[in-house]
């Protein structure tokens, strides 16, 4: 196995090279890790703001619902497509190269959405944003790899992910503040100050690293096929969520991903430099947590939508009082990485992923038992136990694809990592999204009925079943106030029956999670399978 980089070893500040001295602060570990939370507290931030900012932006750019969930679609389907070629740029053209563009275009994007005077603007550029995503996350993650000595990566990973709850767990917050006090666009605003900061503490100390391997003819039929695959697949899941996996949309794009797929693995079985070496997958370990990445993206992106939902639709609070409200989640999450961090130290990433999903089902199934007047006593320890959750399944998963990975191709397991969060995430709205209007729409003439709409009338209102999958109660104008508290009474029933029903499927998913983690094992040099790479 060839060396990943011909800079001098981590910590080696100050010291000598090639007969010239090294700048204070070059290639230390610690500081090039400030380097790497600061791009991606951009991202984080990006992660829950845009949210929050999205009401107003529609206002003000006259978007309907479907013009604004592109606003998210197109930073979705640019970054989950590109994540993993991103990673082998990485590898291949320079670690820091990689992540210091990435944080240079994130930045230059998130200005020019501000900046932008219609709708069309605002999705080309999150596209755009989406793409510099892609270049900034999995190389961050490369950096590490290349940086940390091995007893160390774990905690370097485990500061990573409580610097992406820090910044998920403010952006409400913050976002619900500029809104409300200055305009929505000084949302994207802020990403410059943080990329500016990034990029001037990034070519400072951090030490440039790649595959010295991967000079070769770059793999374009496998980021064609691969690409291809993903954004059917995206695509798919995002047109499922809106239509029901059984209309021909969705169902197309899951044949073409399948079939673009499979070219895919016959492609790299036999490219001279594939753009995912498939010998990663010998590694029982890497399979495992990247399944796992996926399963616990599923359960707590699904859940985190849909309690942000009944939080504002169902009690009627603001963005600013949900944030609040979800802080016992995020900053929980804060303190969770870290820890799984020292426990992975210790204990190896199996333990802490099984606790994580443990921990998963246990508040899937305690939130499936809330009601419409839940008060917030009997919300917050399953937020308390949801921000756990994560933090011990993001950092253990993240460290058990990236530790068992050999170290030239940490900017691929990087975009791996990062794929399976993605596509985990989607999958989770998507599936519980679709449980959940099809429960609605199940059980809403029932409930109307019962809180006592008249027949004829509950039969007209169950036409509107899109609107109470979200939490909102379809009061016509002009009804009179007991009907409309008859209407909203039934139409939140109907939603908690149906966000019920889609948590406990999250937790029968978390529990069999906790069987996949029962096959992981702390990463190491030589790695399991590397050696058929």
Same mark, same amino acid.
Not at 176 to 198: I, K, M, Q
Not at 480 to 485: D, F, G, L, S
């Given at each position: 196995?060839?060396?990943?980089?011909?800079?001098?070893?981590?910590? +080696?500040?100050?010291? *000598?090279?090639?007969?010239?001295?090294?700048?204070?602060?070059?290639?230390?570990?610690?500081?090039?890790?400030?380097?790497?939370? $600061?791009?991606?507290?951009?991202?984080?931030?990006?992660?829950?703001?845009?949210?929050?900012?999205?009401?107003? $932006?529609? =206002?003000? /750019?006259?978007?309907?619902?479907?013009?604004?969930?592109?606003?998210?679609?197109?930073?979705?389907?640019?970054?989950?497509?590109?994540?993993?070629?991103?990673? +082998?740029?990485?590898?291949?053209?320079?670690?820091?190269?990689?992540?210091?563009?990435?944080?240079?275009?994130?930045?230059?994007?998130?200005?020019?959405? #501000?900046?932008?005077?219609?709708?069309?603007?605002?999705?080309?550029?999150?596209?755009?944003?989406?793409?510099?995503?892609?270049?900034?996350?999995?190389?961050?993650?490369?950096?590490?790899?290349?940086?940390?000595?091995?007893? =160390?990566?774990?905690?370097?990973?485990?500061?990573?992910?409580?610097?992406?709850?820090?910044?998920?767990? @403010?952006?409400?917050?913050?976002?619900?503040?500029?809104?409300?006090?200055?305009?929505?666009?000084?949302?994207?605003?802020?990403?410059?100050?943080?990329?500016?900061?990034?990029?001037?503490?990034?070519?400072?100390?951090?030490?440039?690293?790649?595959?010295?391997?991967?000079?070769?003819?770059?793999?374009?039929?496998?980021?064609?096929?691969?690409? @291809?695959?993903?954004?059917?697949?995206?695509?798919? /899941?995002?047109?499922?969520?809106?239509?029901?996996?059984?209309?021909?949309?969705?169902?197309?794009?899951?044949?073409?991903?399948? !079939?673009?797929?499979?070219?895919?693995?016959?492609?790299? =079985?036999?490219?001279?430099?594939?753009?995912?070496? $498939?010998?990663?997958?010998?590694?029982?370990?890497?399979?495992? &947590?990247?399944? %796992?990445?996926?399963?616990?993206?599923?359960?707590?992106?699904?859940?985190?939508?849909?309690?942000?939902?009944?939080?504002?639709?169902?009690?009627?609070?603001?963005?600013?009082?949900?944030?609040?409200?979800?802080?016992?989640?995020?900053?929980?999450?804060?303190?969770?990485?870290?820890? &799984?961090?020292?426990?992975?130290?210790?204990?190896?990433? =199996?333990?802490?992923?099984?606790?994580?999903?443990?921990?998963?089902?246990?508040?899937?199934?305690? $939130?499936?038992?809330?009601?419409?007047?839940?008060?917030?006593?009997?919300?917050?320890?399953?937020?308390?136990?949801? #921000?756990?959750?994560?933090?011990?399944?993001?950092?253990?998963?993240? *460290?058990?694809? !990236?530790?068992?990975?050999?170290?030239?191709?940490?900017?691929?397991?990087?975009?791996?990592?990062?794929?399976?969060?993605?596509?985990?995430?989607?999958?989770?709205?998507?599936?519980?999204?679709?449980? /959940?209007?099809?429960?609605?729409?199940?059980?809403?003439?029932?409930?109307?009925?019962?809180?006592?709409?008249?027949?004829?009338?509950?039969?007209?209102?169950?036409?509107? *079943?899109?609107?109470?999958?979200?939490?909102?109660?379809?009061?016509?104008?002009?009804?009179?106030?007991?009907?409309?508290?008859?209407?909203?009474?039934?139409?939140? %029933?109907?939603?908690?029956?149906?966000?019920?029903?889609?948590?406990?499927?999250?937790?029968?998913?978390?529990?069999?999670?906790?069987?996949?983690?029962?096959?992981?094992?702390?990463?190491?040099?030589?790695? *399991?399978?590397?050696?058929?790479?």
């Amino acid at each position: 196995m060839s060396q990943t980089s011909t800079a001098a070893p981590p910590g +080696k500040a100050g010291a *000598e090279r090639g007969g010239r001295p090294v700048r204070s602060g070059h290639g230390h570990p610690w500081l090039t890790l400030v380097a790497v939370a $600061l791009g991606v507290m951009m991202v984080g931030l990006d992660a829950t703001v845009v949210a929050i900012a999205n009401p107003a $932006l529609a =206002r003000d /750019l006259g978007a309907d619902l479907s013009g604004l969930q592109w606003v998210t679609n197109a930073y979705l389907l640019t970054i989950a497509v590109t994540l993993i070629p991103a990673g +082998k740029l990485a590898d291949r053209f320079g670690r820091r190269r990689t992540f210091l563009a990435g944080v240079v275009g994130f930045a230059v994007a998130s200005v020019a959405i #501000g900046l932008s005077g219609g709708l069309g603007l605002v999705i080309f550029w999150r596209a755009v944003q989406g793409f510099a995503g892609a270049l900034l996350q999995p190389a961050s993650l490369a950096i590490l790899r290349n940086t940390f000595p091995a007893e =160390r990566l774990n905690t370097a990973i485990g500061v990573w992910g409580a610097t992406a709850g820090v910044s998920i767990a @403010g952006g409400p917050i913050v976002a619900g503040l500029l809104v409300e006090n200055v305009t929505w666009e000084s949302v994207f605003y802020l990403n410059a100050p943080l990329g500016l900061v990034a990029l001037l503490v990034g070519l400072w100390v951090i030490r440039e690293s790649r595959d010295q391997d991967a000079a070769g003819s770059f793999d374009l039929p496998g980021v064609a096929l691969l690409s @291809g695959a993903l954004f059917a697949l995206v695509w798919g /899941l995002i047109r499922a969520g809106a239509d029901g996996f059984g209309e021909a949309v969705p169902l197309v794009s899951f044949g073409v991903a399948a !079939v673009l797929m499979t070219l895919f693995v016959l492609n790299e =079985r036999r490219a001279a430099h594939p753009l995912l070496p $498939l010998g990663l997958f010998r590694s029982v370990s890497l399979s495992a &947590a990247t399944g %796992l990445i996926m399963l616990g993206f599923f359960a707590m992106f699904g859940t985190i939508f849909f309690i942000t939902l009944y939080l504002q639709q169902v009690h009627g609070m603001s963005p600013v009082d949900a944030g609040v409200r979800l802080l016992p989640m995020t900053a929980v999450f804060i303190v969770a990485s870290p820890l &799984a961090g020292v426990l992975v130290g210790r204990l190896g990433p =199996r333990v802490p992923l099984a606790l994580g999903m443990a921990f998963t089902a246990g508040a899937m199934f305690g $939130l499936s038992r809330i009601g419409v007047d839940a008060p917030y006593v009997q919300l917050w320890p399953w937020f308390v136990l949801v #921000g756990l959750a994560f933090g011990f399944v993001m950092v253990a998963g993240t *460290e058990a694809i !990236v530790g068992n990975a050999p170290q030239r191709l940490a900017g691929v397991a990087g975009g791996l990592q990062q794929t399976a969060a993605q596509v985990g995430g989607v999958l989770g709205t998507s599936v519980l999204g679709t449980i /959940l209007s099809t429960r609605v729409g199940d059980v809403l003439y029932g409930r109307l009925t019962e809180a006592g709409v008249p027949g004829p009338a509950a039969g007209r209102l169950q036409g509107a *079943e899109g609107l109470v999958s979200q939490g909102v109660a379809p009061v016509p104008p002009g009804t009179p106030a007991p009907a409309a508290e008859a209407i909203t009474t039934g139409s939140h %029933l109907a939603f908690m029956d149906g966000f019920q029903s889609s948590l406990m499927v999250a937790g029968v998913v978390a529990v069999v999670a906790i069987l996949a983690a029962l096959l992981v094992r702390r990463g190491g040099t030589p790695v *399991e399978g590397a050696a058929a790479i």
